[in-house]
């Protein structure tokens, strides 16, 4: 099984010609790439016939360039959202940590936590007087 870096070769079939290409992608990609090519060739002929075959290439080479710089822009689009969103939840989180260590007692709680309060400060009031006493 070839590796990720492996290059592999390809026999395509492109505007009606053969070509063997090189390159480090998949067989699928290879032949994904061969059939999206043939598609937009087929497209290009059908709108343009009177172009020659080298204007129709330059046509369907600006087309994809032009495609790829809308998929990009659409990608750093993206990649801003997820910075973004990313923040937003870092901000949540810290938030979230802040808020639960102060969190609010139940009723039962702070009751419970006044007699003792309560309790501690009769102690410590008998202690003091006992010690006056003495």
Do not use: C
């Not at 060739?41 to 290439?57: D, G, N, R, S, Y």
């Not at 994809?64 to 990649?79: G, N």
């Not at 801003?80 to 989180?93: F, G, M, N």
């Not at 009723?107 to 009031?125: F, L, M, P, Y």
């Amino acid at each position: 099984m070839a590796g990720k870096n492996d290059k592999r070769r390809y026999k395509a079939n492109i505007a009606g010609k053969s070509y063997t290409i090189s390159g480090h992608a998949s067989l699928p990609h290879f032949k994904a790439t061969e059939t999206l090519f043939n598609k937009q060739w087929t497209q290009i002929q059908t709108v343009a016939p009177q172009l020659k075959p080298l204007e129709q290439a330059v046509l369907l080479t600006f087309n994809t360039l032009s495609d790829q710089l809308y998929k990009q822009a659409e990608l750093d689009e993206l990649q801003k959202q997820i910075t973004s969103l990313q923040a937003e939840l870092d901000e949540l989180r810290q938030s979230q940590k802040s808020t639960s260590k102060r969190e609010p007692k139940s009723a039962i709680t702070s009751i419970i936590d006044d007699a003792k309060h309560d309790s501690q400060v009769r102690s410590t009031n008998k202690l003091f007087k006992q010690d006056k006493n003495t």
